[in-house]
T-cell receptor, first 114, second 114 residues
Framework: AQTVTQSQPEMSVQEAETVTLSCTYDTSESDYYLFWYKQPPSRQMILVIRQEAYKQQNATENRFSVNFQKAAKSFSLKISDSQLGDAAMYFCAYRKDSNYQLIWGAGTKLIIKP | DADVTQTPRNRITKTGKRIMLECSQTKGHDRMYWYRQDPGLGLRLIYYSFDVKDINKGEISDGYSVSRQAQAKFSLSLESAIPNQTALYFC?????????????FGPGTRLTVL
């Protein structure tokens, strides 16, 4: 069965610095999708970035980028120039294909120090 | 206006009571999902629906039922609430084809069962 592990329950970073959140997953599939979602105190889940496993190039969205290591089954999220508004829970998620459910990690709480 | 709305946002009830959580969306998406979030466990899928006539059990469907009254509405019911159903509940939608596989989440319902 597929699993997603986020080994850091909480991380903190100084404003304007860079932080990396870790995620590992277990699957026997070769094609799949990986996601990072952000959940601020408002509780709503917001998609941050997605990566297709068949793409070797790491996805980027402005200050957010991933380090996708397929062989190692690792999918870390790098946040550059951290801002106070980045403070939230961050969840890593995996999906096998378009009809399969998302498998979620337990989340990492990110604290931004002013 | 929000694309995915959930009512109520907060609910406190007693053991044995019947509870209905409602979800509405204006995105015109075919697929709708109900998740439960518990601290340290991430999100777990309760039920999902690909269209009005296609409803499927997720990872943790026991104790829950759903109704897809229309494309835009997907309700979750707890027939006889118990304290371990205390959690944060999220509804989400996704477009079936031709678009991004992004899931759009509602703001969540915090349910407390005493």
């Amino acid at each position: 069965a597929q699993t997603v592990t986020q080994s850091q329950p909480e991380m903190s970073v100084q404003e304007a610095e860079t932080v990396t959140l870790s995620c590992t997953y277990d699957t026997s599939e070769s094609d799949y999708y990986l996601f990072w979602y952000k959940q601020p105190p408002s509780r709503q889940m917001i998609l941050v970035i997605r990566q297709e496993a068949y793409k070797q190039q790491n996805a980027t969205e402005n200050r957010f980028s991933v380090n996708f290591q397929k062989a190692a089954k690792s999918f870390s999220l790098k946040i550059s120039d951290s801002q106070l508004g980045d403070a939230a829970m961050y969840f890593c998620a995996y999906r096998k294909d378009s009809n399969y459910q998302l498998i979620w990690g337990a989340g990492t709480k990110l604290i931004i120090k002013p | 206006d929000a694309d995915v709305t959930q009512t109520p946002r907060n609910r406190i009830t007693k053991t044995g009571k019947r509870i209905m959580l409602e979800c509405s969306q204006t995105k015109g998406h075919d697929r709708m999902y109900w998740y439960r979030q518990d601290p340290g466990l991430g999100l777990r899928l309760i039920y999902y629906s690909f269209d009005v006539k296609d409803i499927n059990k997720g990872e943790i469907s026991d104790g829950y039922s759903v109704s897809r009254q229309a494309q835009a509405k997907f309700s979750l019911s707890l027939e006889s609430a118990i304290p371990n159903q205390t959690a944060l509940y999220f509804c989400a939608t996704r477009k079936e084809t031709g678009g991004s596989d992004t899931q759009y989440f509602g703001p969540g319902t915090r349910l407390t069962v005493l």
